[in-house]
């Protein structure tokens, strides 16, 4: 994707903005006007899907209000656009991949914005998986006769990864928007494990279970001299001195253990006072991790196997031995993987799916 520097300028505004907050309204709000500078559309929203007995839908619509979107619950059943994106997670979808000009135009939905005076002319939307059974579904419209172009697909494209973290960070920390009531709020979780650091290594707060997992995890030789384990206070400094595009390919600190994954996510923190805070949200996850469906779907039955050969902590080599494969051959299917799954590598890989089967 080649980018003009005004657009590289706008692409970095929208990510900030989406980084600026722990309330998901308002870091909507904050990214609307340089996402609709980027990728031009009248409207953005974003549906909240809950799935269970009875689909729960929650639409986060900020700027002009979208009346249509007021009454959705009247007209879900005839929305294009939910099957098309739950069919394909992840991937940017245009209305034109969707269903023809004259399915459109004849569709419940095209006719109601006509009746509102809307006239939603053209549709561009991605699916985000959260967490199981709760979806993110992120939509631009356009009230006029101009369709959405590849460019403009892979411009969302590039800007999905921070949507999905965005939208995950306020779920997970339920959209607390100051360090005091972030605090509260995660002290307050049954077993909850963080650190609150301010950099380079100045530490906050240890909630009990993050003591006692650090005791279990490091020695006394691992630590910092404020006592922060030397490792996890180098990758903060690394995520300090990188891009947004590459802090999500270091987050989360993973490392394997015994029979367990130890996982260390990190979370900036917003609206603090001089230098920004950072959570470090701590866990640990057992090594055979089921493959969650929404990522299932978009394998091959092959790579389903060695998706859960790498889940195991397979090597290639053992992955090659298993399936008479070559090694060559398996890291070929290991890069496409990553490709179809929008992951950096296997750390993310393994995050990623151990946050779909269990939020961490």
């Not at 990510?15 to 907050?21: D, E, F, G, H, R």
């Not at 709020?185 to 077993?191: D, F, M, Q």
């Not at 394997?256 to 866990?283: C, I, K, S, T």
Request: hydrophobic residues 45%; glycine residues 4%.
């Amino acid at each position: 994707m080649n980018l003009s520097s005004h657009e590289f300028v706008l692409r970095d505004r929208v990510i900030a903005a989406l980084n600026s907050t722990l309330s998901l309204p308002k870091a909507l709000e904050a990214a609307r006007a340089p996402l609709l500078e980027l990728t031009p559309a009248d409207y953005v929203g974003l549906c909240l899907i809950t799935l269970g007995p009875i689909v729960d839908f929650q639409w986060l619509v900020p700027g002009h209000r979208l009346a249509l979107l007021d009454e959705y619950s009247k007209w879900v059943e005839s929305d294009f656009v939910r099957a098309p994106i739950f069919a394909r997670p992840n991937v940017v979808l245009r209305d034109s991949e969707m269903l023809s000009r004259r399915e459109l135009e004849q569709s419940a939905l095209y006719q109601r914005s006509k009746e509102l005076d809307l006239s939603l002319e053209h549709v561009m939307a991605v699916l985000l998986p959260v967490l199981p059974g709760y979806f993110g579904a992120f939509t631009l419209y356009r009230d006029r006769r101009r369709p959405f172009t590849e460019q403009d697909a892979a411009l969302l494209t590039s800007l999905t990864p921070h949507l999905l973290n965005a939208v995950r960070n306020c779920r997970e920390l339920q959209t607390v928007s100051t360090g005091a009531r972030l605090l509260e709020e995660l002290y307050n979780r049954p077993g909850s494990a963080f650190l609150i650091l301010t950099p380079p290594s100045r530490e906050v707060f240890r909630s009990p279970r993050a003591a006692t997992l650090l005791e279990q995890w490091f020695t006394p030789s691992d630590l910092h001299s404020s006592g922060v384990p030397n490792v996890l206070l180098e990758r903060l400094e690394e995520l300090l001195h990188r891009n947004e595009d590459a802090r999500l390919g270091l987050n989360p600190w993973i490392s394997l253990h015994g029979d367990a994954y130890r996982v260390v996510r990190f979370v900036e923190l917003p609206e603090a006072d001089g230098p920004r805070q950072w959570a470090l949200m701590m866990n640990e996850i057992p090594v055979s991790i089921p493959l969650p469906e929404v990522m299932r779907i978009e394998l091959t039955p092959r790579q389903v196997e060695i998706a859960r050969g790498m889940l195991r902590n397979w090597s290639n080599q053992d992955i090659a031995a298993e399936f008479k494969l070559s090694e060559d051959t398996v890291k070929t299917h290991v890069r496409d993987i990553f490709a179809r799954l929008k992951v950096d590598s296997r750390a993310d890989f393994l995050y990623q799916a151990a946050h779909l089967n269990k939020p961490v």
